[in-house]
C-alpha cells in the first residue's frame, strides 16, 4: 500500500462538532508533531447528540464536502462517536482515494481488562442508540454486564468549560451517577468515554466518581492507527506554525477560548464560516 501524503508532509483533517475532537488531536500531534493538522468544528450544529440519523449524516455530508475541497487532505479523523457510528460508510464511499479514521467507544479494551465484568459506556444520546454501539457490546463484551448511559449536559458543559463559563459541579456528578453499578460485591471498574469531549471533563469526573473507576479514552489508539496509515514522517520532521481551527458557527469566540486553542498549538482561522450556519 502507498502511504498517505507521499511527495509532501502529510496533512490531516481532524474533524468534530464543537472542542471535543480536540482531545484527538493533542494525541495525533503528540505521536506526528511532524504533521500538517487542520481543525474543522460544525459548532453550528453543535451537539451532534441531539440530531437525528438522517439529519446527521447529510450535515457531515455536506461539512466534509467543504472540508476536505478546502484543504485536501491526506487522511481524515472524524474525532466524534455520535459522527463515526454512522457516518463512515458513506464517507469512504463518497471519497475513495482518501483514508478516514474513526473515533468509536472503547467497549473492547474495557472488556478485555475489566475484572469486575461491570464496564459502563458513557456517550451522547445519540451513540447509545446506534446500532453500531450495540453490535460492539455484542461482539466484543458478550460476558460484561455493559450499562449504555446517554448525557444530554456533558458535552455542552465541556464546551462551556474551555470557552471559560460558568459549569454547575452537581450537574457532572448527576450526569455520571448511573455509570456506577454494583451486583452484591462487585462494581463498575471501566467507564468507557465514548465522546470525545468527555476527556475535557476527565479531572471532574474522576473527582466525582463514587469510587475509582478507570476512565477509558480511545484518543491513543485512534492516534496510533493515523500514525500507522501516515508512514514514516518525511521532511524536516516539524510541522511550522500554529495549526488552523474553523468552525462553522457565526458567534465570536471568547478570549478564554483563544487562549485555550494557543495553549494547545491552534489560531483560530479568520476563514470561518467555513459553512452556513443551520
Ligand atoms: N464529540 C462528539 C462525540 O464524540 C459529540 C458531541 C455532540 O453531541 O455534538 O460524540
Keep these: 500500500m502507498t502511504n498517505v501524503g507521499e511527495g509532501r508532509g502529510a496533512r490531516v483533517l481532524v474533524f468534530d462538532s464543537g472542542l471535543g475532537g480536540l482531545t484527538v488531536l493533542d494525541e495525533i500531534r503528540k505521536l506526528r508533531p511532524d504533521i500538517e493538522t487542520v481543525y474543522l468544528a460544525d459548532d453550528a450544529c453543535f451537539p451532534y447528540g441531539a440530531l437525528g440519523e438522517a439529519e446527521l449524516i447529510a450535515r457531515v455530508d455536506e461539512v466534509m464536502a467543504l472540508g476536505i475541497a478546502k484543504f485536501a487532505p491526506d487522511l481524515v479523523v472524524v474525532a466524534c462517536n455520535t459522527a463515526s457510528t454512522l457516518v463512515m460508510a458513506p464517507l469512504r464511499a463518497s471519497y475513495p482515494q482518501l483514508s478516514f479514521v474513526g473515533t468509536v467507544p472503547a467497549i473492547k479494551p474495557a472488556a478485555q481488562s475489566s475484572r469486575s465484568r461491570l464496564i459502563s459506556t458513557l456517550a451522547t444520546p445519540g451513540t447509545v442508540a446506534r446500532d453500531y454501539t450495540k453490535a460492539l457490546v455484542r461482539d466484543f463484551a458478550g460476558d460484561c454486564e455493559v450499562t449504555l448511559v446517554g448525557s444530554r449536559k456533558l458535552a455542552g ?49 474522576a473527582a466525582l ?26 521532511g524536516s520532521g516539524l ?26 498549538g491552534l489560531t483560530i482561522s479568520s476563514d470561518a464560516p467555513l459553512a452556513a450556519a443551520r
Design 157 to 205: 458543559i465541556a464546551e462551556r468549560r474551555l470557552r471559560g463559563e460558568r459549569i454547575v459541579i452537581d450537574e457532572i456528578a448527576e450526569e455520571i451517577a448511573p455509570c456506577f453499578v454494583t451486583r452484591g460485591e462487585r462494581r463498575t471498574d471501566r467507564v468507557v468515554l465514548a465522546c470525545t469531549h468527555f476527556p475535557l471533563l476527565a479531572d471532574l469526573m
Design 209 to 234: 466518581a463514587p469510587w475509582p473507576v478507570e476512565f477509558v479514552d480511545p484518543a491513543p489508539a485512534v492516534a496510533r492507527r493515523v500514525d500507522a496509515l501516515l508512514g514514516a514522517p518525511r
Design 239 to 264: 510541522a511550522a506554525g500554529l495549526a488552523p481551527a474553523l468552525f462553522t458557527g457565526r458567534s465570536a469566540p471568547s478570549e478564554e477560548l483563544r487562549k485555550a486553542l494557543l495553549r494547545r
